[in-house]
């Protein structure tokens, strides 16, 4: 496991099999679209990546977007790139997150596709 996810292990945050899985997720990212995902630029995404984990996991639900957010999240340039990052994100992890997560994961995912040129 890289030494990304190795504090979320250590912390019982994760299990090897994650982390594992979360560096299918970092590879996919530098392999289709070369963004290279570090705790530097990604460290709030892969929180937020780990904490949705431990939600669908508990069968728990992140709190609604708001209808601004999710309308500002939609009209996004990067919005379809980030609707596409997000299913391969749930199949690297094998693991399907609800609406809301997702839209979390497109806000924080947004960012990276502005910044790069995918």
């Not at 299990?15 to 594992?20: E, F, I, K, L, S």
């Not at 530097?40 to 601004?68: D, M, S, Y």
């Amino acid at each position: 496991m890289s030494d990304i996810f190795q504090q979320y292990l250590d912390a019982g945050q994760i299990t090897a099999a994650d982390g594992v899985r979360l560096n299918a997720v970092v590879d996919m990212f530098k392999t289709k679209w070369d963004i290279e995902l570090t705790m530097n630029n990604a460290a709030t995404f892969f929180a937020h990546l780990i904490i949705a984990i431990g939600r669908v996991n508990g069968k728990e639900t992140a709190p609604e977007l708001t209808q601004t957010v999710v309308d500002e999240v939609r009209a996004a340039p990067a919005y379809f790139t980030c609707v596409e990052a997000v299913d391969d994100i749930e199949d690297c992890l094998n693991m399907t997150f609800p609406d809301t997560e997702r839209g979390y994961f497109y806000l924080h995912l947004n960012q990276f596709f502005n910044d790069c040129s995918c």
